[in-house]
């Protein structure tokens, strides 16, 4: 696990910390222990707007959605993402497991090319017509 500092914390640790927070959590000791924390490292996170902030979104979605499976998943999924860039980069893991991984984590991201048979949509949505003259079809071309 890579410990966190006021500038590289973990989903995880936010997510902690909500739920402790919202009173459904482990003690605060238990937390420090599983993310190789001090007292003080905490207090240095407490003035982490991104972190604050993303712990007052995690104390929202408690509070509003009550804590689901959903969440925890998403914040397993956030967690594992570092597990998939280790495996990923790591030499004795397989080009297979490798593909998957990556094709995983573009998925998730939303950053997967729409499958859409429109060849106009799949170029930005323009089409060129050239008109070679005359007045055959095959003089016409579509880029």
Request: proline fraction near 3%; glycine fraction near 6%; avoid cysteine.
């Amino acid at each position: 696990m890579i410990p966190a500092t006021p500038t590289k914390w973990t989903d995880r640790l936010a997510f902690d910390i909500a739920l402790q927070l919202e009173g459904s959590g482990e003690d605060v000791s238990e937390i420090l222990k599983r993310h190789s924390l001090s007292v003080m490292d905490l207090q240095k996170l407490r003035k982490d707007k991104v972190f604050t902030s993303r712990v007052k979104a995690y104390r929202d979605d408690i509070r509003d959605k009550g804590l689901t499976f959903r969440l925890k998943a998403r914040a397993q999924a956030e967690e594992l993402l570092t597990t998939s860039w280790l495996l990923i980069h790591n030499p004795d893991v397989s080009p297979a497991v490798k593909a998957d991984l990556i094709k995983s984590t573009v998925k998730w991201s939303g950053l997967e090319p729409k499958n859409n048979d429109d060849n106009a949509s799949a170029t930005g949505g323009v089409s060129i017509t050239i008109n070679l003259g005359g007045d055959n079809d095959a003089n016409v071309v579509d880029v």
